[in-house]
């Protein structure tokens, strides 16, 4: 008999890191208004910063690398706040493994904007109001809350619309 195991495709998400820059004082978060480009899929929305891992490079190092050239900073301080597998994300619907990142510590100023758009220092209150991708709010608050513990979600998408959300925490 067939092991009906052995006929499933390999799945190869994109992977990525995804972090949130904390100010000194905690209470603001450093996002960018994705304004600058037409073809952006994540035009008008306010997001983290980061990017895809290179093949050469672990997630650490992709997270400090993609800060550096987003932002201007030197990364002096991250915890690993969770994981996020989304399915079907965005127009390409693309399958995405994200290292979600709290960065607590860095060196520098920020730049006013970058590539994508403009940088600024968001109060990590009002995250719930900004224009963002529905998904964000299901996990944003697992990367600011006190516990501890690593989140490890998973999100399948339809069109712009977050359709399945579950996270487990050990």
């Excluded at 127009?91 to 403009?118: A, I």
Aim: charged share 30%; hydrophobic share 35%.
């Amino acid at each position: 008999m067939e092991n009906p195991a052995a006929k499933k495709p390999i799945h190869r998400p994109i992977v990525g890191t995804l972090g949130y820059i904390l100010s000194p004082d905690r209470s603001r978060v450093l996002l960018v208004h994705r304004t600058f480009r037409a073809d952006d899929q994540n035009l008008g929305k306010y997001n983290g910063v980061g990017g895809k891992l290179e093949r050469d490079e672990d997630v650490a190092s992709c997270m400090t690398r993609e800060i550096r050239e987003e932002t201007g900073l030197r990364v002096t301080s991250m915890q690993l706040r969770g994981t996020v597998a989304w399915a079907d994300f965005g127009p390409r619907k693309e399958d995405w493994l994200g290292f979600v990142f709290l960065v607590d510590g860095f060196e520098g100023e920020p730049f006013s904007e970058n590539d994508e758009g403009t940088l600024s220092w968001e109060p990590v209150s009002a995250l719930g109001s900004l224009p963002m991708w529905k998904g964000d709010r299901h996990f944003l608050p697992l990367v600011f809350d006190g516990d501890p513990r690593p989140f490890h979600g998973f999100m399948r998408y339809e069109g712009d619309e977050p359709r399945d959300w579950r996270f487990s925490r050990f």
